[in-house]
């Protein structure tokens, strides 16, 4: 059955298509860029996992994509793999802004920009996928509970990133656009934080490694706030770089234990032996300047738990044919079971 998804309701405006590759649940579409080229304007598209990468893609329009999760917990787990996302913007009718992406395992993630302000694309949501890199050329990009393995590149005023887990290298933004928030997130390597004009709260940075790092986090940020964050395992008494380039904060709790659940030091990857929960005895329970919270698992809509990037829409988990042969005429009973994935 593909994806497993039950809408109940769908936007009467909007046309739900479905694309799969694996051929023993096939979609309306096998070929994802046929179908996105075949969508109108606010359509839906379901991507089914699959053994096999969708490939590179390019979204003119505004559209949805769910795709099945990066790490589905259910009977038949396989991710939906779109090795390249490209936004488009072509300045006539025709633009990407608006459009959202959900539960895919994405290699890279980028506009097609070409260095003129009014080919940007505005206003996307980047949730619950893993993802190598993100270049967010626009305003208004909501990048939140993914797993982001390499680097955000921003390029545009008024974004937020938030309840996401970092095993990358950086993030990078520009020295003109405002309002950069980055909230409740969990850093697990030695990130660059190469950010101008921003808000940085909440967060966990815990080098996840038998090793202590001496680390500034914060080296080549300009013009930006640190507040209400944890760091641990980094020797540096100032990593967030307070004091230098218009660098403030405060409310910062210095190398101390988060003590999530369970955090495997063995590799700096996010594995299901990771349970970024905190323990009750948290130096970061309640810690936040919201007083939530600090991490993935803090703020006003807390990551999932566990994390399997599986869609915040019905699924079916499990199918059994209770009466394998059938007479002419009798019923066949089947009993599914799905779960919401809020």
């Not at 996992?49 to 259910?74: E, H, M």
């Not at 300009?222 to 218009?246: A, D, H, L």
């Not at 709790?253 to 063995?266: A, E, G, Q, R």
């Not at 990037?309 to 009973?333: C, D, F, R, Y």
């Amino acid at each position: 059955m593909l994806l497993g998804i039950l809408l109940i309701t769908v936007a009467s405006f909007a046309k739900t298509i479905t694309v799969s590759n694996n051929p023993t649940s096939p979609g309306q579409y096998k070929d994802l860029q046929t179908a996105i080229d075949a969508a109108k304007a606010g359509d839906i598209l379901l991507v089914s996992g699959s053994a096999t990468d969708y490939g590179q893609v390019t979204i003119n329009k505004r559209l949805t994509i769910y795709g099945q999760g990066y790490d589905p917990r259910k009977d038949v787990a396989f991710p939906t793999t779109i090795s390249t996302i490209v936004l488009n913007n072509n300045l006539v009718n025709d633009t990407a802004s608006g459009s959202a992406i959900y539960g895919c395992v994405i290699s890279s993630f980028y506009v097609a920009f070409n260095g003129d302000p009014s080919t940007y694309v505005n206003n996307i949501t980047v949730k619950r996928n893993t993802i190598s890199y993100i270049g967010a050329d626009g305003s208004g990009w909501v990048i939140s509970d993914n797993i982001i393995t390499s680097q955000i590149n921003i390029d545009g005023a008024n974004c937020l990133i938030k309840n996401n887990v970092f095993t990358g290298s950086s993030i990078n933004n520009d020295n003109i656009h405002p309002n950069l928030i980055i909230t409740n997130n969990d850093f697990t390597s030695t990130i660059s934080l190469n950010i101008y004009n921003a808000l940085v709260s909440n967060n966990i940075f815990y080098y996840k490694s038998s090793s202590v790092v001496n680390y500034v986090y914060g080296a080549y940020s300009n013009n930006t706030v640190f507040n209400n964050n944890i760091y641990y395992n980094n020797s540096n008494t100032n990593p967030f770089n307070i004091g230098q380039n218009n660098i403030t904060g405060t409310g910062n709790i210095n190398n101390k234990n988060p003590k999530f659940v369970s955090y495997d030091l063995t590799t700096q990857q996010i594995t299901r032996n990771d349970n970024l929960n905190l323990q009750s005895t948290s130096p970061a329970k309640n810690a936040g300047t919201d007083g939530k919270d600090l991490g993935i698992y803090g703020g006003a809509t807390p990551a999932q738990y566990p994390l399997s990037g599986e869609p915040a829409i019905p699924q079916v988990k499990t199918m059994n044919i209770n009466n394998t042969t059938v007479s002419p005429g009798a019923v066949l009973q089947v009993q599914v079971k799905a779960n919401s994935n809020n």
